[in-house]
């Protein structure tokens, strides 16, 4: 048969395996369970209650441990002690209009008392009582004197440990998910879509359930239990009820990251995204840049056949991705900006930063895009607020459904309802700047 040590030890490596915790992590708790115990039964006042537990016979022995100190801290300690009673006597005394003698107390500076910290009975011990127990105790010497518990310790500690243990357990197990998952901010992870609870998406990630808000759900995406997603992990935070961990769907830098996964070139630094412009379940723009002349950064983000943007296309339900090449010239990164208009001119105002962008009469719809969206993503991809003008020098009349297409930038442009995603990506067409996205359907003007 096995003994209750071993026994004591299995459940205890069980209890690890289940909460992905150490074994130490769980000794610790049972000691300071089984010092609460003792200290809420038998202890004393003054009692500094240690407990040590051996895992291997289930034994545990109490004892009282305080730290050696110099005999004036105490001194000290209890001369100001004196003067603040004596204090608070007198004021007493005189708000009563009673005469009381008080004994004078040499009072003690608040330069004293700032060079010491209060003498502590209950953690420490003066040299000349340390030495009185121990001969050779020293400054700075623990002093343990064990302690012999009555036989009713047993019985009567083991609702009190119980309670603690299941405590620091469950606060040991919210440490731990914390401090995992407060790693992985800013990074990608899989979940599966646990249920959904009003306009707020539940998800289960193994060790945790984090939460989705509507804010950063992209919209017409419809999340079913058992669905298995990528998410950005937004933040991670403690509350009362355990560890909070946010994450997105809808956050510009899941692109980022996926693409980081996806494209081996990103991944080891030879391309770098240098921005991006994302209206989540509907289109993002992204601008990479590449310093090595033998690598084209579209090509390698789009793929051969386009496999690689596809792959990403797919993760995120068939949002339509733009690929454009990034330039340190203003005038070519706008003009990429817009693909898959064709930029007949791009002239720029560096000191308010805005630039006008001409086109010929058949790409003007084109280059504003569903409800000013394509000019719209552009603005925020440069950072540049861009007007668009035809070829003739006209601006196009705005549409009361996107009022400030023509004159777009994040702030300028307001946002309209995003458009439904079209059958037919444009991101392979970006796979060469020889070969642009040409109008999926013939340019209509925007409707008055």
Sequence with gaps: MKSQAQEILEAAKIICEE???SLDSVIETIEAALAVAYRKDFGEKNQNIKVTFNMEDGSARVFDVKTVVTDEKKELTEKLLAERQAAAEAAAAESSDAVTPVAPVTPVTEEATEEFERFNPKTEI??????????????GDEIKTELFPPAAYGRMAAQTAKQVIIQRLREAERDMIFREYKDKEGEVINGTVQRVEGRVVLIDLGQATAIVPPAEQVPHERYTPGQRLKFYVVSVSTTPKGPEILLSRAHPELVRKLFSLEVPEI???SVEIKSIAREAGSRTKIAVWTDQKNI????????QRGSRVQTIISEIGG????IIEWDDDAVKFISNALSPAKVLSVQTNLEEKTAKAEVKEDQLS??????????RLSAKLTGWKIDIVSESGERPKRPEAAEGTADASAES?????A???EAVTEAEAAASEAVPAEPETPADEPKE
Excluded: M, R
Excluded at 296 to 303: A, I, L
Excluded at 366 to 375: E, M, P, R, T
Excluded at 413 to 417: G, Q, Y
């Design 126 to 139: 003066t040299l000349t009582e340390a030495q009185a127990i121990t001969s050779g105790a020293a400054l």
């Design 19 to 21: 909460k992905h915790i």
């Design 413 to 417: 442009v307001a946002d309209a309802p």
């Design 419 to 421: 458009a439904a995603p």
């Design 296 to 303: 084209d950064p579209v090509g390698s983000c789009v793929g």
């Design 366 to 375: 084109l280059a504003i895009g569903k409800s000013g969206q394509n000019v």
């Design 267 to 269: 991944g080891n630094g």
């Design 319 to 322: 949002e339509k991705i733009d």
